[in-house]
């Protein structure tokens, strides 16, 4: 998650602002945490296959920016994935499955990759059950190459409000084989409302809160050093770092002017929101949460193509007992009776944004 100048600019308020903006001059042109953003211009470098595709694999949208992938190269034509453990989100997704939806992600992202060599993934889901391998992956040959793949550099997360402007409906009708897109007026108030109380809970329950608190990443230097988590970066708000404005304990404090502040961005960005894609399955297995996040991945490639912005907002999703009520009347708005919502979605047109740092792929290899 990145922070935009206006953000920044509501966050300080009043007579920081000056100064903080005198402090940036020549000083903005050393702060892109350029190592951190490497994966991205790297993707395709790497001649084998796998690599190749791994490669823009890790490029795929995760929770919290955790990358939670671990792969062995076996052979010459095997990829063996794993979840690492280590990353984890415990507070606020207690049982991985939005962990696993992210894999999902990953998994679909280097099918689409490896069609770009004339390669076809055959896929083993969970073959040992949930104590084994996420998947194995055999690559052969014989696929053609999928048109989504065109816009895998260019995909995001878009945290910014969206304009007012309504989603066309035959851009709807271009989504609907991936998602259930949600424009009625009616029921997008509702699901607003709902993923601001959400997001309240979170925010206001200390240890989840805490969790993305710990997950922050302040500056340049800390992105680059570790980047995963919640990236904080750019010229103007390392400048309220070094003015001392902007600061993990302040985030980690309700009463803190940042931390209220931060609270009224969200809501005005969770509430400029004209539509919603939705994803359910039938069950709520990995293998099914595997597949949401497939087809999550496909729906922000095809955002990406048709010109619009997506962004998960899936709180109301959260498996944590103070999160019930909201799970509950997510499920009873967006959910057929005994079906999971897995994804949560804002729709609509926002603005151009960076890409999220990533850990270079040599990093995600493991020996067997």
């Known amino acids: 998650m990145s922070i935009s100048r206006r953000k920044a600019l509501a966050i300080m308020g009043g007579g920081t602002i000056l100064a903080a903006t005198a402090a940036t001059g020549l000083f ?94 055959d896929l083993d889901v969970f073959p040992d059950g949930e104590d084994g391998p996420v998947a194995v992956a055999r690559f052969r040959e014989g696929a053609d190459a999928d048109p989504l793949f065109a816009h895998a550099l260019e995909r995001r997360s878009c945290k910014e409000p969206y304009s007012d402007q309504q989603v066309p409906a035959d851009l709807v009708a271009r989504l609907k084989p991936l998602a259930d897109i949600r424009t009625d007026p009616q029921e997008v108030a509702a699901i607003r409302d709902l993923t601001w109380k959400a997001w309240e809970t979170e925010a206001f329950t200390p240890r989840t809160m805490q969790e993305s608190v710990d997950l922050m990443r302040f500056g340049k230097s800390e992105i680059n050093a570790n980047p995963d988590g919640i990236d904080l970066g750019g010229p103007f708000l390392e400048a309220l770092m070094l003015a001392g404005v902007l600061s993990r304990e302040a985030q980690s404090d309700p009463e803190s ?58 709180q109301a999703l959260q498996e944590f007992a103070e999160m019930k009520p909201h799970y509950d009347e997510a499920h009873r708005l967006l959910a057929d009776t005994g079906h999971t919502v897995q994804m949560l979605g804002r729709l609509g047109f926002g603005p151009a944004v960076q890409p999220s740092p990533r850990w270079p792929l040599e990093t995600r290899i493991i020996d067997g």
């Open 28 to 121: 903005a042109a050393t702060r892109r945490p350029g190592r951190a953003l490497a994966p991205w211009s790297m993707a395709g470098e790497p001649i084998e296959p796998r690599r190749h595709a791994l490669s823009y694999a890790i490029l795929a949208p995760n929770p919290h920016n955790r990358q939670p992938w671990l792969v062995e190269l076996k052979g010459a034509d095997t990829v063996i994935l794993h979840r690492d453990m280590a990353r984890d989100l415990p507070e606020t997704d207690p049982h991985s499955r939005q962990l696993t939806i992210g894999l999902g992600c990953f998994l679909e992202l280097m099918a689409i990759a490896a069609s770009q060599t004339g390669h076809a993934v």
């Open 257 to 314: 002017a940042g931390f209220k502040e931060g609270v009224r961005i969200y809501r005005e960005m969770l509430h400029a929101t004209p539509a919603y894609a939705v994803v359910t399955t039938p069950g709520n297995s990995r293998a099914d949460q595997i597949d949401a996040g497939r087809r999550w991945l496909r729906l922000n490639l095809t955002t990406t193509a048709l010109g619009l912005s997506l962004h998960p907002v899936s």
